[in-house]
Antibody, heavy 126, light 107 residues
Framework: EVQLVQSGAEVKKPGESLKISCKGS????????IGWVRQMPGEGLEWMGI????????RYSPSFQGQVTILADKSINTAYLQWSSLKASDTAMYYC???????????????????WGQGTPVTVSS | DIQMTQSPSSLSASVGDRVTITCRAS??????LNWYQQKPGKAPKLLIY???SFQSGVPSRFSGSGSGTDFTLTISSLQPEDFATYYC?????????FGQGTKLEIK
């Protein structure tokens, strides 16, 4: 069974650093991209970026480039989302998700998040 | 970035109703369009990928259609467990942007 298990809730102060994790199991972790999605309180989903654990190739949304770092340690099947200096506006739920590549009809270039972690709530407040 | 716009933003309906949610892309995205369902306090769940392909285990009352810039998610006969928020997502080009969501509420 594919599972993504995220680290627990975090409460931090502005300016502090943070690294949250997402551990995959039940599949070949190195061969699937993993993505991160932000959901601010009461708001919609925002695509932050994806990483390929096999070689750490990473793609960021321009909205998040330079604001966060996406990492992976393939030896322990874990992806990370890291901040060097948190802001109050980083308060949100953060989800990791497995990025699958599949076929829809004759087109085998469909991409989608097929399995999701349970989410990590991050609160940044002074 | 490709902008995704869903309509309506919210919708009230009754059990047994047929419901359609629309998603429009700011440029053509071929059929690289996914639909997710999210219930309060839960992670999103994939329903439809590639505009019209069912994810395993999704009830057949859900269907997706469209290509290019205009897409629809249809629920043929609403069940109590379908009241949730629905999001579309394009995967034609990164960033793989989501629509703003459609909240489906009980009338």
């Amino acid at each position: 069974e594919v599972q993504l298990v995220q680290s627990g809730a975090e409460v931090k102060k502005p300016g502090e650093s943070l690294k949250i994790s997402c551990k995959g199991s039940g599949y070949s972790f190195n061969t699937y991209w993993i993505g991160w999605v932000r959901q601010m309180p009461g708001e919609g989903l925002e695509w932050m970026g994806i990483i390929y654990p096999g070689d750490s190739d990473t793609r960021y949304s321009p909205s998040f480039q330079g604001q966060v770092t996406i990492l992976a340690d393939k030896s322990i099947n874990t992806a990370y989302l890291q901040w060097s200096s948190l802001k109050a506006s980083d308060t949100a739920m953060y989800y990791c998700a497995r990025h699958e590549l599949g076929c829809s009809g004759s087109d085998c270039n469909s991409e989608y998040f097929d399995h999701w972690g349970q989410g990590t709530p991050v609160t940044v407040s002074s | 970035d490709i902008q995704m716009t869903q309509s309506p933003s919210s919708l009230s309906a009754s059990v047994g109703d047929r419901v359609t949610i629309t998603c429009r892309a700011s440029q053509t995205i071929s059929s690289y369009l996914n639909w997710y369902q999210q219930k309060p306090g839960k992670a999103p769940k994939l329903l439809i990928y590639g505009a019209s392909s069912f994810q395993s285990g999704v009830p057949s009352r859900f269907s997706g259609s469209g290509s290019g810039t205009d897409f629809t998610l249809t629920i043929s006969s609403l069940q109590p467990e379908d009241f949730a928020t629905y999001y579309c997502q394009q995967t034609y080009r990164t960033p793989h942007s989501f629509g703003q969501g459609t909240k489906l509420e009980i009338k």
